[in-house]
């Protein structure tokens, strides 16, 4: 079974939504197999402490990718599952009315939006005078994404386990609160980052129907840096292409035909004394197109 080749072709073929649930397990992997490798050494590891987005501001402008890293890390395996499992419900449903690129838009600027809202809130606010926090995980964007097909598309009926079916609205309204009342008493940053993920959401949409898609820039953008990178990275083909040029009188084309003749005539001896397994590529190549014609 070719299971890397398998990841790798729904990866490329895949929608948006894919490649981020894909990216996000990646990740997780990645840094759990670094983890494994540093605990045999005896080595302390705190890679994730570079991805996530610090609440104190000298360190975040010394490690500026955090904002855009920290939305795709997860350190603990249900926090992955509920994560990516959330990101496939409600990231279906958003692209039951858009296409993948506003999803993306959607997730990174929600995203961005929540990392935001945390480092304003954890340097405006007493209450964290004396607090060092770290933010990690795919809630914020997770957030966005419900807010933003909760908007558009408020009276669609969803079905909760044990529960029964309620109105989009009604859900993403009872989590947005549910984040808003939970920052004094658990995991405030995180749900901090939680309301700014959904107020982007709101906005991103509310926009949109006004003829304005806030994330198309954004997107663009990513984009070309994906194309760079792939370029950069691609492997350089050794084939040299040469053109022939066309003969200059009859004379000429006749000498052609006659070297490219005893070239035919050269392989099958070649064919009749050893076999044609005996070929080269390049001649196996001359004998099939000659044949085509």
């Known amino acids: 079974m070719d299971i890397l080749g398998d990841i790798k072709r729904t990866f490329k073929e895949g929608s948006v939504l894919t490649r981020l649930i894909y990216i996000n397990i990646g990740?997780?992997?990645?840094?759990?197999?670094?983890?494994?490798?540093?605990?045999?050494?005896?080595?302390?590891?705190?890679?994730?402490?570079?991805?996530?987005?610090?609440?104190?501001?000298?360190?975040?402008?010394?490690?500026?990718?955090?904002?855009?890293?920290?939305?795709?890390?997860?350190?603990?395996?249900l926090h992955l599952l509920f994560n990516v499992l959330g990101l496939y419900w409600f990231g279906q449903?958003?692209?039951?009315?858009?296409?993948?690129?506003?999803?993306?838009?959607?997730?990174?600027?929600?995203?961005?939006?929540?990392?935001?809202?945390?480092?304003?809130?954890?340097?405006?606010?007493?209450?964290?005078?004396s607090?060092?926090?770290?933010?990690?995980?795919?809630?914020?964007?997770?957030?966005?994404?419900?807010?933003?097909?909760?908007?558009?598309d408020p009276n669609r009926e969803i079905h909760l386990f044990f529960i029964g079916r309620f109105p989009l609205k009604y859900v993403a309204g009872f989590y947005v609160l549910l984040s808003i009342l939970s920052i004094s008493t658990s995991n405030p940053g995180g749900n901090?980052?939680?309301?700014?993920?959904?107020?982007?959401?709101?906005?991103y949409i509310y926009q949109l129907k006004r003829g304005k898609d806030m994330g198309s820039g954004f997107v663009d953008f990513i984009n070309k840096i994906g194309a760079f990178f792939a370029d950069a990275f691609k492997p350089k083909s050794k084939m040299k292409v040469t053109y022939k040029k066309p003969p200059r009188d009859d004379h000429e084309y006749a000498k052609q035909q006659h070297v490219k003749q005893e070239e035919i005539n050269h392989i099958l001896d070649k064919i009749a004394k050893s076999g044609y397994e005996s070929l080269s590529k390049s001649e196996k190549e001359l004998l099939f197109r000659q044949g085509k014609k």
């Open 27 to 77: 990740v997780f992997l990645v840094l759990k197999i670094i983890g494994v490798f540093f605990y045999l050494v005896g080595q302390p590891f705190s890679l994730a402490n570079w991805l996530a987005v610090p609440s104190v501001t000298d360190e975040l402008i010394r490690r500026p990718w955090t904002p855009f890293t920290y939305m795709f890390l997860h350190v603990g395996f």
């Open 131 to 152: 607090v060092y926090g770290l933010l990690l995980g795919a809630s914020a964007s997770i957030f966005a994404v419900l807010v933003a097909v909760a908007v558009y």
């Open 192 to 203: 901090i980052a939680h309301v700014g993920g959904a107020i982007w959401g709101w906005f």
């Open 93 to 129: 449903l958003f692209l039951y009315h858009f296409e993948g690129r506003k999803l993306l838009s959607v997730y990174l600027l929600g995203g961005l939006a929540g990392a935001a809202l945390y480092i304003i809130s954890y340097n405006l606010f007493p209450a964290f005078d």
